[in-house]
């Protein structure tokens, strides 16, 4: 099941934050951000389990509500290259596919 | 090396053609995964290979076959395609397919395929 994100999109001015949000109506086991760049690849942003862990970029900063399937992505003072369009992904289970929301456009502008 | 390399970056085919896609990757990762990205909307999956056997197939139509000849890399054969088959191909590696909820992904810049 897809998980939903908010907002859909979102323009901010340099040195802006803007938090973006990613539920499931479903338990999950793991969170995934990624962030793709009109023409390139998704890149790995952060990766939150269950229990607490988290994988990422030391600059980026996300959380993972367990009790209420919620999890969030910080962008803190934002730059131009900040923009693209912010994919969460989760996965119910450790043995679970990752499946992708519908994504986040992010702009950033002088 | 932190790369995984798709060719060819653009593919226009009409819809009697036999065609490939091929994707690499020298990270050591032993599964490799088969996206389908259709312009603002997020990747989907199609297939996972894990340690060289198909592990996943997300029903995908016949018209494509994947392959995996070793563990560096995978192809995606390509026939008899619909022009709704016209999309971003993205190919991806993750360390692992035990445990691939707490995969990382590392994806490829994509193939954008044109279907006439």
């Known amino acids: 099941q897809q998980p939903v994100q908010s907002p859909q999109a979102v323009i901010l001015r340099e040195g802006e934050d803007a938090v973006i949000n990613c539920s499931s109506s479903k338990a999950l086991y793991s969170v995934h951000w990624y962030r793709q760049k009109h023409g390139e690849a998704p890149v790995f942003l952060m990766i939150?389990?269950?229990?607490?862990e988290q994988k990422g970029h030391e600059k980026i900063s996300a959380s993972f509500n367990e009790k209420k399937q919620q999890s969030s992505l910080y962008l803190t003072a934002s730059q131009l290259s900040y923009s693209g369009t912010y994919f969460c992904g989760t996965a119910k289970t450790s043995y679970d596919k990752v499946i992708f929301g519908p994504g986040t456009s992010l702009s950033v502008i002088p | 090396d932190t790369e995984v390399t798709q060719t060819p970056k653009h593919l226009v085919m009409g819809m009697t053609n036999k065609k490939s896609l091929k994707c690499e990757q020298h990270m050591g990762h032993r599964a490799m995964y088969w996206y389908k990205q259709k312009a603002k909307k997020p990747p989907e999956l199609m297939f996972v290979y894990s340690y060289e056997k198909l592990s996943i197939n997300e029903s995908v139509p016949s018209r494509f076959s994947p392959e995996c000849p070793n563990s560096s890399l995978l192809n995606l054969h390509l026939h008899a395609l619909q022009p709704e088959d016209s999309a971003l191909y993205l190919c991806?590696?993750?360390?692992?397919?035990?445990?691939?909820?707490?995969?990382?992904?590392?994806f490829g810049a994509g193939s954008r395929l044109t279907v006439l």
């Open positions: 939150l389990l269950k229990g607490g």
């Open positions: 991806a590696s993750s360390p692992w397919r035990y445990l691939s909820g707490a995969n990382v992904l590392t």
